[in-house]
């Protein structure tokens, strides 16, 4: 359709309904490209997890200027998750007003300069200012990296476009552990500096998410968006999907409901609601005073039109209704006129908006299900796991065997990405919970049987177990609760929801990995591997009652699943 890019309308009389054939190959290429150039902040997410442990099995208890004692590994290990959730915050709070194209673009800036000064680093106090930048830096990416995936993807391909996403996050893992081995850790973050770079470039090619865009009133540039997304195709093309994006973003704004009474002509709040009618916005059948308060605090000036072919076609307003913020319609019964003025939402109204139900549900779920991903032990033994792996006494090199661990979780994201579209996330869920408590539990047993053995020879059942653990880890438990946080939440406070679920993942995370060497000072790797055991456990039994199966669903579809009480297992 011909589209006035001065006055951003879109005139009636000259709509074209064609509708061009395209494969189905072209209809996934663009998603598939867009998803490709934001995973690369998630490639240095990888390098970024893999590096401490570069770095703590080349200075712990090493002589020399720069050493680490067990306290001070520690917390190198475990600092990026301690600063993360901050970021995270942060990440939830600027998301709504910058978009998720920006704040992909503005989260390279910390990790390049944390890079430099790792490359850099001649004292424990540069490293530990480099650790807390990346920390800020991986926290600030997880709500425009979560939320980018869910909005720009069709249903079909979500699962396995978010599974693919974890691929970079493995490669990641195994680039950083090949080059710390190859080459050292020094030289390792100088190589490593370079992804940023690229991902700024990579993304700045991409067009933001046409749900942000209309969100802010933005219809035409959501329509452009939505053709690219949808295979370069032209606007008919994308017009029933574009108009399902109006009639749910517009059910998303946060809507405060006044009652007026004739009598006193006196203001009284009603109600909040998450429903709007379109059919209510246009219709000029009966006369309303709306008035939306907006989340993220910016003005709607954009109404919806109901032309003769059956299509809503988004329109600006015209200069003078926008600068006097007129009513968009009246409707006045016999007692009450419902007035609704542009503003922006309160403290309280967030607050209350952020503890309705579908808020609450889903978060729960996932705070419980990062609990357990970092209950399961892999990601709190991963710091140390060049100590860890020549106390076990694997048969290969330590430094080698995180690379052969790294590129074996790599298979089990391949896994996930292939499958996970046939038989679903909560199927691969349980799976990989007993996997990884069969082989957490076989580390235990076998650590607890030669714990007092004095013979170091090389053994090759606790490699074999902790092959089991990260591919078990990997398909499952790892890659799942990201892509379900990325479709659980409703579009209003989603940025903010993933932001928070991030961070109270990364305080679990700084908690398991600051706990690992006091765990096993106490209880010895034996009893660690008991403790994480038990908590796997208690995730299979949690997954299988609470869980409910999202693969396929739109994320309208998922929104509804959590504003009934009930829960829904498919």
């Known amino acids: 359709m011909d589209v006035d890019s001065e006055k951003g309308t879109f005139p009636n009389n000259e709509l074209k309904t064609e509708i061009v054939e395209v494969s189905k190959f072209r209809r996934a290429l663009p998603q ?42 520690s917390w190198f290990g475990s600092i990026v998750f301690i600063c993360q959730p901050l970021g995270s ?30 490359y850099s ?15 800020l830096g991986v926290g600030f990416m997880e709500a425009p ?17 978010t599974s693919y996403s974890g691929i970079f996050v493995t490669i990641g893992l195994i680039i950083e552990f090949l080059l710390g081995t190859l080459y050292g850790w020094n030289k390792a973050a100088f190589i490593s500096s370079f992804i940023p770079i690229i991902t700024i470039v990579a993304i700045s090619q991409i067009p933001e998410t046409p749900m942000w865009l209309l969100s802010k009133g933005r219809v035409q540039e959501a329509e452009k968006s939505l053709q690219w997304l949808r295979g370069w195709v032209p606007a008919s093309n994308v017009q029933k999907e574009l108009n399902e994006l109006i009639r749910y973003s517009n059910a998303s704004k946060l809507i405060l409901k006044e009652k007026k009474s004739k009598s006193t002509n006196k203001n009284a709040p009603m109600a909040f609601t998450n429903e709007v009618s379109l059919n209510d916005e246009i219709s000029n059948k009966s006369n309303v005073e709306l008035t939306v308060a ?12 109901n032309h003769a072919n059956g299509n809503v076609i988004a329109q600006q307003e015209n ?37 309705r139900p579908q808020m609450l549900r889903p978060l729960s779920l996932v705070i419980a299900f990062f609990f357990f991903h ?24 330590a430094h080698w065997a995180t690379v052969i661990i790294s590129t074996i979780g790599f298979l089990g994201v391949i896994v996930c990405t292939i499958f996970v579209k046939y038989v679903g996330k909560r199927f691969l869920t349980l799976a990989s919970l007993v996997g990884c408590a069969i082989s957490i539990l076989s580390l235990s047993i076998w650590s607890l049987l030669n714990e007092n053995s004095k013979d170091r020879s090389p053994c090759w059942s606790p490699f074999l177990f902790f092959i089991l653990l990260s591919f078990s880890f990997s398909f499952g438990i790892a890659p799942i609760p990201w892509m379900i946080l990325s479709e659980v939440f409703p579009f209003r406070g989603r940025g903010f929801a993933s932001g928070v679920a991030a961070a109270i993942s990364y305080l679990m995370g700084f908690v398991t990995s600051k706990t690992f060497l006091d765990l096993k000072s106490c209880l010895g790797l034996s009893g660690v591997f008991s403790l994480y055991g038990c908590i796997t456990i208690t995730g299979i039994v949690y997954v299988y009652y609470k869980l409910p199966e999202t693969e396929g669903r739109s994320l309208e579809d998922i929104e509804n699943l959590y504003k009934s009480e009930k829960k829904t297992k498919i």
């Open 145 to 161: 990296v979560i939320t980018y995936v869910g909005e720009i993807s069709e249903p079909r391909l979500r699962g396995i476009l």
């Open 294 to 305: 907006n989340v993220d605090g910016t003005d709607d000036s954009t109404k919806y039109s």
């Open 121 to 135: 680093a001649i004292s424990i106090p540069v490293l530990f200012t480099a650790a807390v930048l990346m920390g």
């Open 319 to 355: 200069d003078k209704v926008v600068e006097k913020k007129k009513a968009i319609d009246d409707v006045t019964n016999e007692t009450t006129t419902l007035r609704v003025t542009e503003r922006k939402a309160t403290i309280k109204e967030l607050i209350m908006d952020t503890m």
């Open 89 to 118: 915050i942060i990440s939830g709070t600027v998301l709504e007003p910058l978009g998720r194209k920006k704040s992909m673009l503005m989260v390279n800036i910390p990790h390049l300069i944390g890079w430099y000064l790792f």
């Open 32 to 73: 598939i490209l867009a998803t490709s150039a934001k995973n690369l902040i998630l490639l240095d997410l990888g390098m970024t997890i893999a590096f401490p442990t570069l770095v703590i099995a080349a200075l712990l208890n090493a002589k020399g200027e720069v050493t680490f004692d067990n306290n001070s590994a």
């Open 374 to 397: 970092n209950g399961s032990g892999f990601p709190a033994i991963r710091p140390y796991m060049v100590n860890v792996f020549e106390e076990l006494r694997f048969p290969v090199d």
